[in-house]
């Protein structure tokens, strides 16, 4: 069976690289590549290394194309019998070809969950904004005053306006409530909190950072409120564990964002890390030197894993 996948040419001295979709049989198997089919490709690309991530980590030279999906991979004198005319033949010059990082799971319950959260969808909040979002949610459930946690989800951070503004615990405890508030980074590396989710974890100006973890401090030596990595630990303990009527009630959503079921049950994307604008024409988002590994045709040992963990996209 084949299914479509995105490869990534890239040319092991240099670091620019090219992005091409094409479609591949089982994960670009080597055993399945060898007894295509005789009649002409449409692109044969050559002269490559060309990393099939089958069972064995082999590695070939060329790649045929037939209709949008991989139909050969193998030696460039094998390739040669899919050239007519009419084949467009690619000279890879050395360059790696990766198969694409095409993430298969996703977390549905959380996502659920967190369509019942208190969001913020991504947007571009200014300190105002921000405030106003989180009274908002505050407002609508007044009924869980004065210790039920809000959590707040899908906060972007890096977005907030203007550019370098920040915000503090301050922030939170201007806000009408007793509540603790966690305000969580959708990039999952930093938490805000008020004082009183601070108070809760016994977070204090003279505790010590936990190991992988960071409290930020002001000029002043004071809590911020903004906590890095492992230092949310202390606060996602004390929030309350999901039951399984919990679990019921996020799956309605997921299933209903999964079916593509738009307005309000579906998710907000999550920006693209380069800031919301998409990469010019021929550019690449993420760019940066190719892995020692792939500077020649030994192929790595550890297989790379998507970063994406949007929950229902």
């Known amino acids: 069976m084949s299914v479509r996948i995105p490869v990534r040419l890239r040319h092991p001295h240099h670091r620019s690289r090219i992005s091409c979709t094409v479609a591949a049989g089982t994960a670009m198997l080597l055993a399945a590549a060898t007894g295509a089919a005789a009649s002409p490709a449409d692109a044969v690309y050559r002269h490559g290394v060309i990393y099939t991530a089958d069972g064995q980590n082999r590695v070939a030279q060329s790649l045929a194309v037939r209709d949008g999906r991989i139909v050969f991979?193998?030696?460039?004198?094998?390739?040669?019998?899919?050239?007519?005319?009419?084949?467009?033949?690619?000279?890879?010059?050395?360059?790696?070809?990766?198969?694409?990082?095409?993430?298969?799971?996703?977390?549905?319950?959380d996502g659920g969950a967190n369509l019942l959260k208190c969001s913020l969808d991504y947007a571009p909040l200014t300190v105002a904004q921000f405030q106003a979002r989180i009274q908002a949610c505050l407002d609508a459930r007044a009924g869980q005053e004065p210790?039920?946690?809000?959590?707040?989800?899908?906060?972007?951070?890096?977005?907030?306006?203007?550019?370098?503004?920040?915000?503090?615990?301050?922030?939170?405890?201007?806000?009408?409530?007793?509540?603790?508030?966690?305000?969580?980074?959708?990039?999952?590396?930093?938490?805000?909190?008020?004082?009183?989710?601070?108070?809760l974890a016994n977070y204090r100006a003279n505790t010590p950072d936990p190991v992988g973890g960071r409290l930020e401090h002001d000029a002043a030596g004071e809590l911020t409120g903004m906590l890095e990595d492992a230092a949310q630990e202390a606060m996602a303990?004390?929030?309350?564990?999901?039951?399984?009527?919990?679990?019921?009630?996020?799956?309605?959503?997921?299933?209903?964002?999964?079916?593509?079921?738009?307005?309000?049950?579906?998710?907000?994307?999550?920006?693209?890390?380069?800031?919301?604008?998409?990469?010019?024409?021929?550019?690449?988002?993420?760019?940066?030197?190719?892995?020692?590994?792939?500077?020649?045709?030994?192929?790595?040992?550890?297989?790379?894993?998507?970063?994406?963990?949007?929950?229902?996209?």
Not at 103 to 108: E, L, N
Not at 155 to 184: C, H, N, Q
Request: proline content about 12%.
């Open 73 to 109: 991979v193998g030696s460039d004198e094998a390739a040669d019998a899919l050239v007519d005319a009419h084949t467009r033949v690619v000279d890879l010059g050395g360059r790696a070809v990766l198969p694409g990082l095409v993430d298969g799971h996703m977390h549905p319950l």
């Open 147 to 199: 210790d039920q946690w809000l959590e707040v989800v899908n906060w972007f951070r890096y977005d907030m306006r203007p550019k370098g503004i920040s915000v503090s615990r301050a922030t939170l405890d201007a806000l009408r409530t007793r509540r603790p508030i966690l305000v969580e980074d959708s990039f999952g590396h930093s938490a805000l909190a008020n004082s009183r989710a601070l108070a």
């Open 237 to 313: 303990a004390l929030l309350p564990a999901a039951t399984a009527a919990d679990r019921l009630e996020a799956a309605r959503p997921a299933a209903t964002a999964r079916r593509g079921g738009g307005g309000a049950a579906r998710a907000p994307r999550r920006p693209p890390v380069w800031g919301g604008a998409a990469p010019p024409p021929g550019r690449c988002a993420n760019r940066g030197s190719p892995p020692s590994s792939m500077r020649s045709p030994k192929p790595p040992t550890s297989r790379p894993s998507s970063p994406w963990n949007a929950p229902v996209d």
